[in-house]
């Protein structure tokens, strides 16, 4: 294949990419994906309480934006992910435009960012947007 076509290709999928993206966000409310299997965190009072009282329990806290296109593609991977390990690990949303303490806690330079914190410490994360297999790895590995 002569390298003017691969650049056209690579081009072409890349634009393809952005369009979907735009159109995912158009064509989406706008509003914040709402699960009623993901706790939000409504501020750093209420974050550094779900340390304290975690134990030894697993933590996979989701840091977002509502303008995030990937991060309204992850939501749904996440909730069905806390449903299925409701008994083993404790799921929380964060949006970081409204507590930026807490995205400051974890350093958070890109976004979706997802921690997976035991015992205090962040034991595993995943940054952008993960195919379901990827998050559930992490949380398995960490139990």
């Given at each position: 294949?002569k ?6 290709i ?14 995912y ?7 914040a994906y709402v ?6 965190i ?12 975690s ?8 840091l ?73 790895s ?6």
């Amino acid at each position: 294949m002569k390298t003017d076509n691969k650049k056209w290709i690579i081009t072409a999928v890349i634009a393809l990419a952005l369009f979907a993206g735009l159109y995912y966000q158009k064509s989406s409310s706008g509003s914040a994906y709402v699960s009623s299997n993901l706790t939000l965190i409504a501020d750093a009072g209420q974050f550094k309480s779900i340390l304290e009282n975690s134990n030894d329990r697993l933590l996979v806290i989701d840091l977002y934006a509502d303008w995030c296109a990937p991060c309204k593609v992850i939501a749904p991977i996440l909730d069905n992910l806390a449903e299925k390990y409701s008994g083993n690990a404790d799921f929380y949303r964060v949006n970081v435009d409204q507590n930026s303490a807490v995205a400051n806690f974890f350093k958070v330079g890109a976004i979706p960012y997802v921690v997976y914190v035991k015992n205090g410490v962040v034991v595993d994360a995943l940054t952008g947007a993960n195919s379901a297999a990827a998050y559930e790895s992490k949380i398995t590995k960490n139990l």
